[in-house]
Structure formats: structure tokens, C-alpha cells
């Protein structure tokens, strides 16, 4: 596990700004829960940390389902507010700032935005779990990329399971067909995340 590695990062990073971790992987890889894992990790050491869902900076359905653009367009482009977590969080602390505001979360159930306070210390770990973390827009902000890496087949399996809120098996698995497994194979071929990342972490079969 790399987690000793990081370790050994923070003590001899400076503490002018906060560090800032990111757990990469593609849909049903399983970043939310290692995420859990780590920050249990940090919080046992009593090291602060905080942990950032990618999928709470989403845009309303009206701009991520453009139904002008392909969907794998629309998912790899127009998913995310990529420029608003920088702004508002990543561009800030990066930059040594603070942060102790309240930020827009996405709200799934309305489709909308709640405020929501977050406090961020120049010496606290900055989790941030999700996919698509290192394109050319967030790399950069990472101190440390761990990238999950599981067999599609393994992720498929694991979605329709999850996904159950968009329909029976043959309906999760045709999204997924559709919309999610072509954008990530635009990222896998654009921004080759298993070759940047600082630590891979590979699916061993049960």
C-alpha cells in the first residue's frame, strides 16, 4: 500500500499549503470506498483530512445530457464543474489559502445545489476521489495520483448492481455501453492515467 509512501510525503513537505491525494479510477472501480479507507487511515494518525466526491461538483441534467452531443461528449466534457472545484477549492489551496466557506454540492434527488460548509487548514490532507482526475484540467493540483485499476468486466458487474436507480441489467449495462465506457476510453487513450500515477493498484481476482 502506498500510504507509509505518503507518510514519509507529508513529513517532508512544507506546511504552507495543504496536500492533496487523488484517487483515480474508472466507474465501479471502487474510489469511494478505498477513499473511506484512507481517511480512516489519516484519522487514526490524527492527521487531518477531509475527502472531496468528485460527483458533488456535477452540473443539472439540462447541461451534462445535451442531447446536441454525443453522450460520451457529454460525459468527458460537460459532467463536471471542473472550473468551480478549481476556483473555489483547489486553485486556493494550492496556493497556500485556506478555506473555511461554504460551497455549492450537487443534490441528486432535486437536481440542484445545497451549501454546504467546508473547512480546509494548510495542514490537512485533501482526499479527492473520482474519475477523469487526471486530465490536463486537475492534474496538475495533485501532490499524489493512486489509480485503481479493475477489469471492465469486474466494474460492469459491480455498476449494475449499484446503478439499480437507472433501470434492470440490460438498462445500466446499454448506459454504460453508451455513455460511460466510451469516455473513459477517451481518457485511458488522451491522458494516460495508469502511466501517470504515482501508485497503481490492481484488482486481484477472489
Known sequence: MPLNEILQLLK???NNR???????GLGGAGKTAFAQVVLNFFEKLDIKAIVLHIDDFIYPKNIRYDITKEERYCYYNLQWRYDYLINEILSPIHSGVEINKE???????????????????????V??????LQRPELGPFFDYVI???????????????????IGGTPAVK?????????????????????????YIIRYLEE
Not at 460551497?103 to 490532507?125: A, G, P, Q
Not at 482526499?127 to 477523469?132: A, H, K, L, Q, T
Not at 446499454?174 to 504515482?198: D, G, H, Q, T, V
Open 147 to 165: 489509480f485503481i485499476d479493475v477489469p471492465k468486466d469486474v466494474r460492469l458487474k459491480r455498476v449494475i448492481n449499484r446503478d439499480s436507480y
Open 127 to 132: 482526499i479527492v476521489e473520482g474519475v477523469f
Open 18 to 24: 495543504s496536500f492533496v491525494l487523488g484517487i483515480d
Open 103 to 125: 460551497i455549492e454540492i450537487y443534490e441528486k434527488i432535486n437536481d440542484n445545489y445545497i451549501k454546504r460548509h467546508i473547512k480546509i487548514s494548510r495542514d490537512t490532507v
Open 174 to 198: 446499454e448506459k454504460y455501453e453508451r455513455r460511460y465506457f466510451p469516455a473513459e476510453e477517451m481518457y485511458i487513450s488522451s491522458c494516460s492515467p495508469i502511466l501517470k500515477a504515482n
Open 12 to 14: 517532508l513537505s512544507s
